[in-house]
C-alpha cells in the first residue's frame, strides 16, 4: 500500500469518526444552533477549507439567513442574508435539491453571488439542500466556501450530503418535540381553565362529546332546573329535588356514555 493510500484511508476514517460523533449530537442535542455550528466547524474541518456556512430559509421563501458559521467575520452570521433569485446558486440548489457548485466564482457566469462573499475572500462555493422533513419546505442550505478557487468533486459534495440529512433529521425532531409541547401547554392552559370554572358554585358546567352525549358536569349543573329529565335518569338522579341532586354529584359528574 502506498503513502498515498494509506493518507486516504486514514483521512476516511478521520472523517467517519467526525461523522459519527456529530450523529450523536444531532440526536441529543435540543441546541439548534450548536447543531449547526459544529456541522460547519466538522466540514470545514474535513474538506480543509477556510468557512462554511447554514444558509436559513426564512418564512418568504426567498430570503437565506446566515443562521450559523465558522470562518466569517463579524457581522455575517446571524445579520448575513441573501435572496434565493434564480441569477444565484442557492436557489439552483433549493429548486433542483442538487448539489450546485461554483469552482471559481470570478469566471463563473451562471451566478452572482452577494457582496458579503466576495468581502470574505470567497473564491468557490459549494451548496447542498437542508431538507425540513415530509410536507415542508427545505429549510435551507449548507455551504461550503474556498478562498482559492476550487474544484469540488462528486466525493465532496456526497460528504456534505450526509451532514446535511443528519441536520434534517435533527430539525424535523424538533419541530415534532416543540408541537408535542405546545399541545400539551393548551391541553394544561385548557383543563385549568375548566377547572377554575367548574368551582364557582354559582355557575352548572356540563361537558358534551363530539355526539352531543354528557360526558361531565360540576355540582352546579346538578341543580339546573333546565336540563331534562332525562338526564338526571342517566345519572340515577329521576325525581330528585335540585337541592337532592346536589348532593348525588359523584353520580352526576361520573356520566358517560
Known sequence: MTTKEENNISELLRQQTALARFGELA???????EILTEACR??????????????????DGETLLVRAGIGWKPGVVGEATSKASDRTSEAHALKSGRPMVSPDIATETRFSYPPFLVENGVKAVANVVIGGGKGQPPFGLLQIDSREPRQFTDSDTTFLSTYANLISSAVTRMRITGDLRDREARLRKSEERFRRIAEIETVGVILFDAE?????????SCACPALPERIWMRAGCAGMSSPRRSGCRKRCVSLRS
Open 27 to 33: 440526536l441529543r442535542s435540543d441546541n439548534l444552533d
Open 42 to 59: 466538522l466540514v470545514g474541518e474535513a474538506l480543509g477549507t477556510d468557512l462554511a456556512k447554514v444558509m436559513a430559509l426564512q418564512d
Open 212 to 220: 352531543g352525549k354528557i360526558i361531565d358536569g360540576n355540582v352546579a
